[in-house]
Each structure stands twice: as structure tokens, then as C-alpha cells.
């Protein structure tokens, strides 16, 4: 079983570039996640879809950042304009459900904004 | 709302030592707690979960953990610990039923194991 794809694995962009994150997730999976993990910290939660509706994106900073899920399938992420504080690693996480379903988390794209 | 504690953000252990990485939570309501593991430059992995019924629950790996909830906590443990084990842990809970529901991650425990 193919897990959940990312790509790219590695971004630098300079601020007030815009950068996009593409992720494929594990096929028949219906919930969706986006996570940022700031050096030493655990994952934090950016968005949530279950199929391709917003379940939760309540920590998604919506003046910059913007995420979809066409067709309940692939997703992007994407910042417009970036600011040092976005150097993070983004994860992409999916499951079959949400709550006490097992999440299978991708390797993440690191982010280096400069 | 749910919050995670993890009271320590490294812990060192030498080669076949027990181990112990505490986690407490906080919740109004019932909970489903997870410990995480993520090697360098990877993702998350799940080692183990508590839904409901026994509070000790086995996980990969040779990891366990218990469920005490006049305690709050959720520790996770190895009796013998293996250099492959080096990783940052993360415990993390939820705290609904639903297919809405978000799980909440700790600060996460770097592990590192030393020969």
C-alpha cells in the first residue's frame, strides 16, 4: 500500500515569495490534514477536510495561507506572500476518519523562508 | 478544549536501559490518547493508542504504555531500549467521536540512546 506522497521534499523562498505544497493521500482515505511543526514543537493542526469540505480551519491563517482538496482526492497548501515565521516543516497527514482513527503522516516538506 | 503535556523534551538513556516518556493530558471529556514516533527527516508513525477497555496497551516496537485517569497521564515505556529507538516522541489526544474531531499533539520527547 503506497503511503501519503508530498512533494516538494525541500523549499527556500525569500519573503513575499508565494510557495505551494502538493500531497497525495493514502487512496480511500477521506480525511485529509495539514500540519506545521515549528522546530522543537509537535505538529499544530492547519486544516482538516473530510472528502473535499473544510472540517476545521480554525488555525489557518487565512490572510496567507490557503489550502485545497479538488475531487476529495490530492491537496494543496499554499502561502501568499510567505514570512520568516513560516519556516516550518509542513506535514500532510490522511486517515479513513477522524477522531480515533490512525493518522498516516507524510514525510513533510521542509520550508526555509529567508 | 484538550491540551497535552509532555514533561520532558529530552531524555537520554544508555543501549538495553528502561525508558519512561511522560505525557499528561487535560480534557473535560473522554479521550483517546496516541503516542507518536518520528524518525529523523520522516514523518509521524503511530506506536500505539488508547480507545477504551485495557489501560495497558502494547504498541510496535516493544513500547507500552498506560491509560490512568485519576492521573491524568499517558507513559509511555520500554523495558530495554535499542539504538534504533533514537527519535522525538509525541504524545497527543482527542477528545471527540466524530469524523471532525482533531487530534492535539504534544511538544514532543527527543530520545536519545547512547551505546
Known amino acids: 500500500e503506497a503511503g501519503v506522497a508530498q512533494s516538494p521534499r525541500y523549499k527556500i523562498i525569500e519573503k513575499r515569495q508565494s510557495v505551494a505544497f502538493w500531497c497525495n493521500p493514502i487512496s480511500g482515505h477521506a480525511t485529509l490534514y495539514w500540519y506545521q511543526q515549528i522546530l522543537g514543537q509537535g505538529p499544530k493542526l492547519l486544516i482538516q477536510?473530510?472528502?473535499?469540505?473544510?472540517?476545521?480551519d480554525s488555525q489557518l491563517p487565512k490572510d496567507r495561507f490557503s489550502a485545497e482538496r479538488l475531487k476529495g482526492v490530492d491537496s494543496t497548501l499554499k502561502i501568499q506572500p510567505a514570512k520568516l515565521e513560516d519556516s516550518a516543516v509542513y506535514l500532510c497527514?490522511?486517515?479513513?476518519?477522524?477522531?480515533?482513527?490512525?493518522?498516516?503522516f507524510g514525510p513533510g516538506t521542509r520550508l526555509t523562508v529567508t | 478544549a484538550q491540551s497535552v503535556t509532555q514533561l520532558d523534551s529530552q531524555v537520554p538513556v544508555f543501549e538495553e536501559a528502561p525508558v519512561e516518556l511522560r505525557c499528561n493530558y487535560s480534557s473535560s471529556v473522554s479521550v483517546y490518547l496516541f503516542w507518536y514516533v518520528q524518525y529523523p527527516n520522516q514523518g509521524l508513525q503511530l506506536l500505539l493508542k488508547?480507545?477504551?477497555?485495557?489501560?495497558l496497551v502494547k504498541g510496535i516496537n516493544g513500547f507500552e504504555a498506560e491509560f490512568n485517569k485519576s492521573q491524568t497521564s499517558f507513559h509511555l515505556r520500554k523495558p530495554s531500549v535499542h539504538i534504533s529507538d533514537t527519535a522525538e516522541y509525541f504524545c497527543a489526544v482527542s477528545a471527540g467521536y466524530s469524523s471532525a474531531s482533531k487530534i492535539i499533539f504534544g511538544s514532543g520527547t527527543r530520545l536519545s540512546i547512547r551505546p
Open positions: 497527514a490522511s486517515s479513513l476518519g477522524g477522531g480515533q482513527g490512525e493518522q498516516y
Open positions: 477536510f473530510q472528502n473535499n469540505g473544510v472540517v476545521d
Open positions: 488508547y480507545l477504551s477497555g485495557s489501560t
